[in-house]
């Protein structure tokens, strides 16, 4: 299986340490995770010679998740593998199931907190825009070293919106999570995707949003119970799915778990390894076979 990150993040945010690792979770269960990077993001190459932050989210989609997917087809030796992705990691999932022939490599996917439209997140973005114009990059690395005495000043600041209250959880995933520099491209991306509503590469010749409905494997949709965006965005990509084994779980108290989770705290929070892992690994494992091997057809909303 293909771990993916979220948007100006790298592979600490499924695999931060130890006891906060959706990664090692899933070994510990005797599945053979492999955590991809997108290009820009932690290990993999930030710049092409004479083009610095050069890529959107097109490079994603069209190139870098088709070469992580079929890189691990190919050393695994499978014929499909199965995606997860948080945030911007579900979002590829989805908009690489618009291009040809890129679904049917895929055997069954656990999305979290993942738009699959942006109909409902359709605001405007001049800000961002005038900004990308300006400058080629995003720079998270000025502000971290801001943040860092904020969290350990004012920890309950942190935890009021983004549910994490231990100082050192905190610092941890600045220090390590969050990547220095991203990409004024991709923003502007963004900021056209935000002021249409559609989901659709930067030229507008693909729909990514087209690729919801051609999810035809086992989806599992985690939704945080406090987010940032409408939760609307995410239930897309769950009811426009046509594939009838596939599950929504709301996270939060009223679906049984000890807290309402945030958008940031879902994979690194003291409970997850309890509470958010297993669902994941059980999906994974309960359609580890061939699709004739999958369970009775499940419709389920949590």
Known sequence: MVLCHGMLSNRYNVDLHEEASVARYLCSRGLDAWVMELRGHGGSRRTVPGRPFDW????????????AVDFVRQAAGADRVHWFGHSMGGMM??????????????????????????????????????YAKLFPAVPPALVLPFLGPLVWLMPSLMARRYGISDRRLMLSLLSNAII????????????????SGRFRSADGSVDYEEG???????????????KLMDERAIAD????????????????????????????????????????????????????????????DQNVIV
């Open 212 to 226: 919801a409905a051609r999810v035809d494997f086992p989806l599992l949709v985690l939704s945080s119970a406090r």
């Open 180 to 195: 220095p520099w991203g990409s004024s491209r991709t923003l502007r991306h963004i900021c056209a995707m935000l002021e």
């Open 93 to 130: 999932l989805y908009g690489a199931c618009a291009l040809p022939g890129m679904a049917a490599r895929f055997r069954s996917a656990v999305v979290c907190d993942a738009p699959s439209t942006f109909g409902p997140l359709r605001r405007g973005a001049r800000a961002g825009r005038v």
């Open 237 to 296: 990509g769950y009811e426009r799915a046509p594939v009838r084994s596939k599950e929504y779980h709301r996270l939060g108290r009223a679906g049984g778990c000890s807290v309402d989770y945030t958008h940031s705290n879902l994979l690194v929070s003291p409970t997850s390894r309890r509470e958010v892992y297993p669902l994941a690994a059980d999906w994974f494992l309960r359609h580890a076979g061939s699709q004739a091997a999958c369970p009775a």
């Open 56 to 67: 959107d989210l097109d490079d994603f989609i069209q190139r870098d998740v088709p070469a």
